[in-house]
């Protein structure tokens, strides 16, 4: 098998974060989150980084790149609300439209097995050593894979956060929900349902937007993100999610994905307030010996 690519979808707006979380140095030496992922993925046998980013934000990664090891193969795609079928046509907007195009804006980088992430989440090594694996399996099989934590060891102790919650008969995910506010209450832990508020036991396994695709997918997922726009084109914050898109490709009998228990440890800045438990965590995997501090040599 060809090495695989990572695709980091980095164009978040952070609107709870209150800021571009994306290029926040958290780490001892002002790494940021995602430079952990790529010295994760790179010791784990990636080939080809691909960031997905906006042009606001191209100054600062063109930073972090300069940062990176000089046999790293980036690539740098950009996401942005104009990119539509041109059929199409846009009301006034400046958010991209979700996940799905995020995706499909690395299309043209892509041609190997690939795992999609997010800038702001910290995976861990296993979970990299995990989707090598899956990237093998989904090259000879079809298969896709989502590599997801207990839902109880990804919550924010911040406030409310979302989750894609899955459902599986064995291994295999037979139903993905895109869960909302999910938060501990007076009740324990809940979380809104497309078809209203429930109870959780946080032993559910959750997506993170981890996710273990071979380049055919862009064929479902760009059939995906048309039937998206002329069903919901014209609200101006409407997004188009990977977990329910997946979970409808499931459903019709197009794909098959195969759930996958990433060791962790996970952390991700979803508020403000997360950063310094982020921080703290770093510090605490750098003083352990799992990185080396400062991460690149200089």
Known sequence: MSAPALVVMAAGMGSRYGGAKQVD??????????????????????????FITRKELS???????ARLPADFDVRTVYQSHDQVPSWFSAPPRTKPWGTVQAVLSARAAVDTPFVVINA??????????????????????????????RLDRVLSDHGSVARGVTRTEGRRLVWLDEVR?????????????????????????????????????????????????????????????L?????????????????IDAPGPWFGMTHPE???????????????GVYPNPLWKR
């Open 59 to 65: 100054e600062a990664f063109s930073i972090l790149i």
């Open 181 to 241: 506010d999910i938060e501990r209450g007076p009740e324990g832990l809940t979380g809104k349902f497309p078809d209203g508020t429930k109870k959780l036991t946080g032993n559910e396994i959750a997506s993170m937007n981890c996710w273990v695709f071979t380049p055919g997918v862009f064929q479902h997922l760009d059939e995906e993100f048309n039937a998206f726009l002329k069903q919901h084109g014209q609200d101006t914050k409407a997004e188009c999610a």
């Open 243 to 259: 977990p329910e898109s997946i979970n409808r490709l499931v459903q019709a009998g197009k794909a098959k994905v195969n759930v």
């Open 120 to 149: 702001d989440d910290f995976y861990g090594k296993g979970a990299y050593d995990v989707a090598v694996g899956a990237c093998r399996l989904a090259e000879q099989s079809g298969d896709y894979a989502i590599v997801g934590y």
């Open 274 to 288: 997360d950063r310094p438990k982020v921080r703290a965590g770093l510090q605490g995997l750098v003083d352990e």
């Open 25 to 50: 140095g958290v780490g001892p030496a002002g790494e940021t989150l995602i430079e952990y992922g790529l010295y994760d993925a790179r010791r784990a046998g990636f080939g080809r980084v691909v």
